[in-house]
């Protein structure tokens, strides 16, 4: 393979191989029996179709390609916070219902916001973990691995999702609800941002 990208003129060391483990699929935790001799088999295109590409693509790029996978096909069907994929989705919905609520309250994000308004507990770890996302991405991209975003894609979204039952985004007090607003459309944005690396959907709406 490295002679013929060298001979459509590229360099052979620009050819990079990444050898993946075994798939194992279950069913509600029980291996689903697969065999060749019978021709008993789930194919890609039959798992595609039956949990959606989302859930696929973000389940397969959990583990390290050096580490064998068990794919739960009924755990990726489900709509609850045991299913990563969509839990990380509905924080990026929620998030966006909170921004069409905070844009029907006249909450303006774009004269100056005072962040030190910002000081409790949740909101701290919040920022503390939207920090993070570039060396996130950067260690990532220099491992060849994506198993690190989809793992930040999940604590991001519990750190939002704890945030959100600590903190009262739209309040009367119009400084703080801005300041906060603001965090949700920061966090919005980086989870935006992981999800689009990984090929997934970022659902305005769940």
Not at 31 to 36: G, I, L, Q, T
Not at 57 to 69: A, H
Request: proline fraction near 4%; hydrophobic fraction near 45%; include cysteine.
């Amino acid at each position: 393979m490295k002679a013929a990208v060298q001979a459509l003129g590229y360099p052979a060391d620009k050819l990079e191989i990444i050898i993946g483990q075994l798939v194992n699929l279950l069913r509600h935790g029980e291996p689903v029996r697969m065999s060749k001799r019978t021709g008993e088999m789930v194919t890609l295109d039959e798992l595609l179709e039956e949990v959606g590409r989302d859930a696929v693509r973000f389940f397969f790029l959990m583990r390290s390609t050096d580490s064998p996978l068990d794919f739960d096909i009924e755990l990726a069907k489900e709509q609850s916070n045991e299913n990563p994929v969509y839990y990380v989705q509905y924080a990026h919905a929620r998030i966006s219902s909170i921004v069409r609520f905070a844009e029907a309250e006249d909450i303006d994000l774009s004269g100056d916001i005072d962040y030190r308004r910002l000081e409790t507990e949740p909101e701290l770890d919040l920022i503390r973990k939207l920090a993070e996302w570039p060396e996130v991405l950067e260690r990532a991209a220099r491992q060849r691995a994506l198993h690190p975003l989809t793992a930040y894609a999940q604590e991001l979204a519990a750190a939002f999702h704890f945030f959100y039952t600590k903190c009262r985004v739209v309040t009367e007090d119009k400084e703080l609800s801005t300041a906060r607003m603001a965090l949700c459309d920061a966090t919005r944005t980086v989870l935006r941002g992981v999800l689009t690396v990984l090929g997934v959907a970022a659902p305005e709406r769940m």
